[in-house]
């Protein structure tokens, strides 16, 4: 019988190998199209390998259709070591990254791995492939002994988590992959020292508001309806007004309240002696449950009705994005004390159940009735110009992993 030491040891003597099959991975882009990109067709070719090489034999591919990249599929991964009982053991990781950004912007080329200090440098690293790498050699540490286990292992390797996840895990979840009685791991959130499992998220609303006026030069602005004052007004009133209206705290959030935050604004006129006629712009609302989305979205139109009267500029308001945050996933189940169990025995801490503001896969799971937990050590580099993963990270998070799948799946296996 081997001993959990053991187990974590085999996990040591990967780190060069973990190091490798992640710079691969960087080297091949997986942007979905809304980036501009082709998705994770290539890289997904890449991963399928590694897959097979860390000795699943029951490997599943599951092409979603997606008219909008050159070879019209978006691929997602599924293996399985299938036990006793057909009751799994998953952990999801994404394949997909957002674009690069400003090339120029990055020390290092976004799609040239460099390993420095003890970090692997490039796009994605940290988001997600830190995670699918760590689980991917997990698994094959226990692939190795040959034993089947009692529960079953998967992993499934998804696409499109980056921009709502309809072509990858809302996909898999149709399509029946997952039971209810399932245990669901999603590494796609974290703190430096691991010490937190996200267990619930925010509603996530993308507002686009277009406010249309009348043109007219700036010297007589008596004779148009200037559209980037009236968005200016709205936005100032709406900000305040959302941030009263749904102020509550619960500090088991992060943050502990409702944001509401405008971001994305498109370009108007082209001179500065124009006045705009037409002026968008996006607010990103990421909402406590507690509140009913419906109701802020209705809010969101009132408040603009309320300057179409104003003002006499018109206002349309749609959503760019909107998931409802499912039910909190709780942190007294056998799940997620088995991963609390598994962090304390390999980095030596205590984790604290918390909330975001959304979102990763995990909320599809718990929509769904199947509860899911968020857990990775990351210095939360996602999205940012010269993301990185630390490889002590990558290693001692594929030891939580092995150590997950011991208890659950394999839980007379080790000494």
Known sequence: MPSLSDLLATIDSYRDDMIGALGEIIRIPAIGPEGNGDGEFERARFVRELVAE???????????????????????????????????????????????????????????????????????????GQALVASLFAAKALNKLGVKPERAMGLALVADEEVGSEKGIQFLIREGVFGKSDFVYVPDHGEPKGDVVMVAEKHIIWLKVQIKGKQTHASTPERGINAA?????????????????????????????????????????????????????????????????????????????????????????????????????????????????????????????????????????????????????????????DEYAVVDNIVSDSKVFATLFADLCYPNAFK
């Not at 299938?82 to 998953?90: A, I, L, N, R």
């Not at 990254?97 to 690293?125: I, M």
Request: with cysteine; hydrophobic share 35%.
């Open 229 to 385: 004052r009236v968005a200016n007004q709205f936005t100032a009133y709406f900000l305040e007004h959302m941030e009263s209206k749904y102020g509550a705290i619960e500090p088991m959030f992060l943050p502990p309240k409702s944001t509401f935050e405008p971001t994305k604004r498109l370009p108007s006129v082209g001179s500065v002696n124009q006045i705009p006629a037409e002026d968008t712009l996006y607010i990103d609302c990421r909402v406590l449950p507690r509140y009913d989305a419906d109701e802020v979205i209705e809010t969101a139109k009132t408040i603009a009705r309320m300057f179409e009267d104003r003002s006499g500029a018109r206002f349309s308001i749609s959503l760019e994005q909107f998931t409802r945050s499912g039910p909190v996933s709780d942190p007294e189940s056998v799940g997620y004390l088995s991963l609390a169990k598994a962090v304390k025995q390999v980095r030596g801490v205590d984790v604290t159940p918390r909330g975001i503001g959304g979102g990763t896969c995990a909320n599809w799971f718990r929509l769904a009735g199947i509860p899911a937990y968020v857990w990775e050590t990351i210095d939360d580099m996602a999205h940012n110009v």
């Open 54 to 128: 860390c000795g699943f034999e029951d490997i599943e591919m599951y092409d979603a259709l997606d008219e909008r990249v050159r070879l019209r599929l978006r691929p997602n991964i599924v293996a399985k070591k299938k036990g006793s009982s057909e009751q799994t053991v998953w952990i999801v990781s994404h394949m997909d990254t957002v674009p690069p950004g400003e090339l120029d912007a990055w020390t290092t080329p976004p799609f040239s791995p460099k390993v420095a200090d003890g970090k692997l440098y490039g796009l994605g690293s940290e988001d997600n």
